[in-house]
Structure formats: C-alpha cells, structure tokens
C-alpha cells in the first residue's frame, strides 16, 4: 500500500528481504504467524483504526522491532491477515466444488455451510469492508472472496441447467450475481449488524428463494425441510 510505505518503518536490507519474501525457517514462519493471530485478535476486538503496532507486538509477547522484521507497519499486517481469512474462507466453502444438484437438502446443506463460514469470520469480513472503502488492496480482497463464491454459483447453476434442473433461460453468471448477493448481504445484516433471525427460518427461507429463483424442476417437500432442520439441530 502506497500510504503504508510513507508511514513504515525504515528496513535493513535483511528485514525487507524477510518482509518481501517471508521467512525462511520453521521458526520464522512459526513467528509471523502468530503475529497474524495476535493482530487478528486485536483488530476484531479495537477495530482497524484504534488498533496501533504496539497493541499487536503486546498481544504477541514481541518486542516492537520483532514485528517491524516481518511487517512494515499495521496497513501490512492487515492486508496479510485479510488475505490469509479470504484464502481460508475460500478453500473451507469449496470453491472448485460447486453443487451437483439443487435439491432442498444440499442446497440448504450449503447454505449453512455459508453461514457458519461467515460466522466464524463476521468481525474481521466487516473491518475487510470498512477499511475497503479507503483501500484499494481491502477492496480487490474482498472482492476475490465474492467472486469465487459467485463463481461457484454459476458452475453449479450452469451444471443445472444441462440436467435439466434450472431454467435454461437464465444467465448462470447474473443468477450467482443476484443469489450470492442475496445470501452474503443477509449473513452481514444478521450477523455483522446484529439484526435478528430464526436461524432454521432464515435457512429454510435463503433455500426456498434460491430454488426458486434457479427455477429448479425439484420438488420442495416439507419432509426434505424436516430432514434438513433436524441436522442444524443435531450439528448444534
């Protein structure tokens, strides 16, 4: 980040090679990775801009020049611990694996797979889109977690349509558009915001509307709504 340059500290070469680079032994990469836990803790509980290097350094038990050896000031060590939660988010809900089917029961299976995803993630997703009004590195970042979920939708829906499942008039890449839209912004209003749900009502509701909305051929029976709402309260 260009401002993040102005305001780092300066580096020898060998701490800007290990910032450029990374760490090259188990206990280097052992160190910064604490240091990512240490500062994820302490943004989601300060928030991005009441968070300073001395709060992270404290957190991790380092000295401050520790945490300059691997990162040049708290825009850095941001922007790593973002990526890291998008990579992580990404790889947890599958990206490459997109639905087969669209009956209830999967697809209700996914969109709980979604939400305990975004649960899990809900404090440091809305400092991601705080500090992405003002960053463009947040921006491009949470805007690869949108697109692979997207992408994941139009796969799906795409594979659909050649079973003969979803409407073949619909555009797959519009319908991941509007659908991911729907279920990402009702995870950051419920879970973010604080508003709100029934959460085995909201899951039977996000389902409904998404098989719907792919004009799926398959029934939506009340015992496959049954069978679903019995595994969120047995994984509960």
Known sequence: MARSKRMGVSASPEQQERRDIG?????????????????RRVFEERGFLDTRVADIAAEAKVAQGTF???????DAIFQAVA?????????ELGASRPLSTASYER?????RRYVESYRSRAKILALIE????????MKRIR???????????ARGIEHQQELGIADPALDPVLAAEVLG?????????????????????LLDTLTRIYLN??????KITDDAAATARDAVAAGS
């Open 107 to 111: 697809t209700h299976a996914a969109m």
């Open 181 to 201: 839209s729907m279920v990402d912004s009702t995870c950051h209003l419920w879970l973010t915001l604080g508003h709100e749900f029934e959460e085995n009502d």
């Open 83 to 91: 990526s890291r939660v998008a990579g992580d988010m990404i790889i």
């Open 68 to 74: 300059y050896t691997y990162f040049d000031s708290k």
């Open 23 to 39: 760490p090259l032994t188990g206990r280097g990469h052992a160190r910064r990775a604490a240091l990512l836990d240490a500062a």
């Open 130 to 137: 705080q500090v992405g009004t003002f960053t463009p590195e």
């Open 213 to 218: 909305g792919i004009g799926a051929r398959d």
């Open 143 to 153: 805007l690869q977690m949108r697109e692979a979920h997207v992408d994941r939708l």
